[in-house]
C-alpha cells in the first residue's frame, strides 16, 4: 500500500509520460511540480512557471538550493541550461495569448463535463487561484493531477462540482492514483486503470459516470 507521498509521484509519472517531445508545459503548485522530476529520458520537454521564467528542472539537491530561485508556489527549483526569467507581465502574455501547450493542475473536484474546481474551500485556507483560471483557458491542453479520493473517502470526480469553479469545461485529462481518465462528451473514459485496482471498483467508488472502453488498459507503473 502506497502513502500520500508515494501515490502523488505515482501520479507525476504517469503525467510525465504524457507530455510530447517540443511542448512547453507550466506545472501547477502542489502535486503537479513533481512532474518535473519523472520526465522520460532524451524527452525535450520545457518547463514554464508563472512567476517569470521558461527552463525549469527537476528538484534541486539541499546543495543545489538557490534561495532566489522558487516556482510560484515558493518551492525551490532548478534552472536548466538555456532557461530564462522575466517580469509577470510577459509570462501571463505567454499564458494567455495561448502559447502554453499544455497545463497540469492540481484539484480538488473535477466533473465529468470537464469542469474544476482547486482554488477554494469555503471557510477553509487554501492557497488559492494563482494563475489557474488563465491556465485553464489559454493552454491547449488541460491536465488535472489529483489524488482520486478526498480525505473523507468521496471520490474527487463528480458528476458535478459543489466547490466554486475555477473554469468550465476546460479539463481534457485526469490522472490519478487510480487511473488515466478523458473527458469526452460529458463522460469520464477510463483509458488506463492502474493495478492493482479494477474497472469496475473504480466505477463502484467514482461519484461520476465513468466508461471504460474496450480498449481500456490495465497498467503497472513501474
Known amino acids: 500500500m502506497m502513502d500520500k507521498q508515494q501515490m502523488q509521484e505515482f501520479i507525476a509519472r504517469r503525467v510525465a509520460r504524457e507530455l510530447q517531445d517540443g511542448t512547453l508545459v507550466n506545472l501547477g503548485i502542489g502535486l503537479p511540480t513533481l512532474v518535473a522530476n519523472f520526465v522520460p529520458e532524451g524527452r525535450d520537454v520545457t518547463f514554464q512557471s508563472e512567476n517569470g521564467f521558461i527552463g525549469v528542472g527537476p528538484a534541486p539537491t539541499e546543495d543545489q538550493v538557490d534561495p532566489c530561485i522558487a516556482n510560484a508556489g515558493a518551492m525551490p527549483v532548478t534552472i536548466l541550461p538555456g532557461g530564462s526569467f522575466f517580469d509577470s507581465a510577459m509570462s501571463f502574455g505567454i499564458i494567455r495569448g495561448g502559447h502554453v501547450d499544455v497545463t497540469v493542475l492540481g484539484a480538488l473536484q473535477v466533473a465529468e463535463n470537464g469542469d474544476i474546481a482547486n482554488y477554494m474551500i469555503p471557510g477553509k485556507m487554501v492557497p488559492g487561484m494563482g494563475g489557474a483560471m488563465d491556465l485553464t483557458t489559454g493552454a491547449r491542453v488541460v ?5 482520486h479520493f478526498e480525505p473523507s ?7 458535478r462540482c459543489t466547490l466554486p469553479l475555477t473554469a468550465a469545461r476546460e479539463v481534457n485529462y485526469v490522472v490519478t492514483d487510480l487511473g488515466f481518465f ?23 467508488k467514482t461519484d461520476a459516470t465513468i466508461v471504460v472502453t474496450n480498449d481500456c488498459k490495465i497498467v503497472n507503473l513501474d
Open 182 to 204: 478523458e473527458v469526452v462528451g460529458d463522460r469520464f473514459f477510463l483509458r488506463e486503470c492502474f493495478a492493482p485496482y479494477t474497472p469496475e471498483w473504480i466505477q463502484e
Open 153 to 159: 473517502g468521496t471520490s474527487r470526480l463528480k458528476r
Open 143 to 147: 491536465i488535472a493531477a489529483t489524488l
